[in-house]
């Protein structure tokens, strides 16, 4: 069985700045996914970044970045030029490759809430 | 704005009601899933469908009763519930080509009085 752990219940940062959101994982899988997802407050979750694990290069959409050391089974999240709109909670997610129109589980971890102060 | 829509968004039943949660989605996916959040605890995967066929049910409690007439949509039938099933259950969904990714409604927020 796979476990997510994100050891940040809570983490605060300025507006503008970076901060870096830390997740760990444990699998004997060779071929997964990792991805970041964003719960803002009383809204839909919705993702944020995901990685393959096949992929050495680190997955980068706009202001997010991931850091994934596969052999460390590490995958944190960098936020760049921190917004009000990050404020949310973000969840680190795994989940195994599957093959073509199956249904894969995804395991999450436990959150961590982010506060960007003005 | 949101390609699956859960209603109610919010519920307030008693322990003794039968109510359902409605969930539907606009993607074409052909998978759907139902999650339960608690505060304080991770989330919790409870059901899995792939073309209206249950494929996972996560040792959930029999007072919870999926249903899945589609691939567009999905149920939770509620009953004799416990104050402790108070949370917000999120319902997703997922393609062959999104490479895992969930699409989530926006919840049902669950009170069990």
């Known amino acids: 069985a796979q476990t997510v752990t994100q050891s940040q219940p809570e983490m605060s940062v300025q507006e503008a700045e970076t901060v870096t959101l830390s997740c760990t994982y444990d699998t004997s899988e060779n071929n997964y996914y990792l991805f970041w997802y964003k719960q803002p407050p009383s809204r839909q979750m919705i993702l944020v970044i995901r990685?393959?694990?096949?992929?050495?290069q680190n997955a980068t959409e706009n202001r997010f970045s991931v850091n994934f050391q596969k052999a460390a089974k590490s995958f944190s999240l960098k936020i760049s030029d921190s917004q009000l709109g990050d404020t949310a909670m973000y969840f680190c997610?795994?989940?195994?490759?599957?093959?073509?129109?199956?249904?894969?589980?995804?395991?999450f971890g436990d959150g961590t809430t982010l506060t960007v102060k003005p | 704005e949101t390609g699956v829509t859960q209603t109610p968004r919010h519920l307030v039943m008693g322990m003794t009601n039968k109510k359902s949660l409605k969930c539907e989605q606009h993607l074409g996916h052909n998978a759907m899933y139902w999650y339960k959040q608690s505060a304080k605890k991770p989330l919790e995967l409870m059901f899995v469908y792939n073309f209206k066929e249950q494929t996972e049910n996560n040792s959930v409690p029999s007072r919870f009763s999926p249903e899945c007439p589609n691939s567009s949509h999905l149920f939770l039938h509620l009953h004799t519930l416990q104050p402790e099933d108070s949370a917000l259950y999120l319902c997703?969904?997922?393609?062959?080509?999104?490479?895992?990714?969930?699409?989530f409604g926006e919840g049902s927020r669950l009170t069990v009085l």
């Open positions: 997610a795994f989940m195994k490759h599957s093959i073509s129109f199956h249904a894969g589980k995804s395991t």
């Open positions: 990685q393959e694990a096949y992929k050495q």
């Open positions: 997703a969904s997922s393609g062959a080509l999104s490479t895992g990714e969930l699409f």
